[in-house]
């Protein structure tokens, strides 16, 4: 089998997605999701004029030669561009493996591990009343777990969320400049306790809560924080800290018994070298979508189990539905599987891209389609095209630029 044509195509049924499809010449294609949100261009370049051009020839069955063969050949190694363009070519090609097999990809990552795939939903609200309604809502949806954010006192935006829906995912402005959202350290930190609290006593001890920190502390203050939340025994607490320094976690874990999850911008098994082999985190978190792929994010996996920490893939509403149907398959058959997150997709997107894998009851099933079972609908796809849009960016009162 050889591959005989390869196209990127970029919607925006709500928000962008970026899209390769591989096309054999025994009439099989293979799909891969290279969405990178606020830059979905820059992964389009790089696919059109440097990757496709390689791929005309190939045989589709050398997944593992054609990954290496990109990561190496480029001689200029990883981030988020590249490492998206990889993880397109790498699924597409473990969806055409799988469909020439005739067997869902889970089959050929060993088989199912499990029945069914946990999952969390988002709960947000401005203030803690709409919070606790949010939580609500996800549990009449059937989530066994939650993700809770909330508005701060005296902060006018909901960080790093969407305060006009319920989604959970931060709301992308379509316009040339991104919006600017405040943002105040010590006013977070006296009033998240407050929010755990009040959520406790709502939702009973036995709820799985998890909170998203967004990369916004120092160490000192991410450990405050571990500590300040350790009577309300989060699932866990994401990104407490600015994700490019390692070294920071040790400061964290030296002070908190609060599980930790990290990865959610990282793009290689690099990124996390010291947080496993130090077991600095509980949770790994990459996407698929942004690691190069199945065939990385396996291996990523089964380095972390050997220290305990387990698979959180992440799962925004910006990963398509192309890159989630790959993270179920993983999640399916890996043995240290911990949780998915999800929040589905709007209506329209789930026209465009139609999918095998189902959401029932809070718990995720790839099917049993061949391939990792989706089908592009390019008609409906092409009649909704790019839209600039970029994520907020983040200043303190005094206009100072601060993480987001
Ligand atoms: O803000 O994917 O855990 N999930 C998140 C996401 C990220 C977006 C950025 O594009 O933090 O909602
Ligand atoms: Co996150």
Redesign the pocket.
Known sequence: MRIVDAKVMVTSPGRNFVTLELTTDEGLTGLGDATL?GRELAVVSYLEDHVMPLLVGLDPHRVEDTWQSLYRGAYWRRGPVTMAAIAAVDVALWDIKAKAAGLPLYQLLGGASRDRVGTYGHANGRDIPELLDSVRARLAEGYPAVRVQSGIPGLKAVY?VSSTDDS???VMHQQARPLVEDWDTDAYLRHMPNVLEAVRAEFGPGLPLLH?A?HRLTPVQAARLGKDLEPYHLFWL?DCTPAENQEALRIVRRHTTTPLAVG?VFNTVYDYQALITEQLIDYVRSAVTHFGGVTPLRKLFDFAAQYQIRSAI?G?Q?ISPVGMAAAVHLDLAVHNFGIQ?YSGHTPLTEEVFRHAYTFEDGYLHPGEAPGIGVELDEELAAAHPYEAAY?PVNRLHDGTVHDW
């Open positions: 949100n790093g959970g995912s931060p998203d967004h994401e959610e992440h925004p910006d997150e994520l």
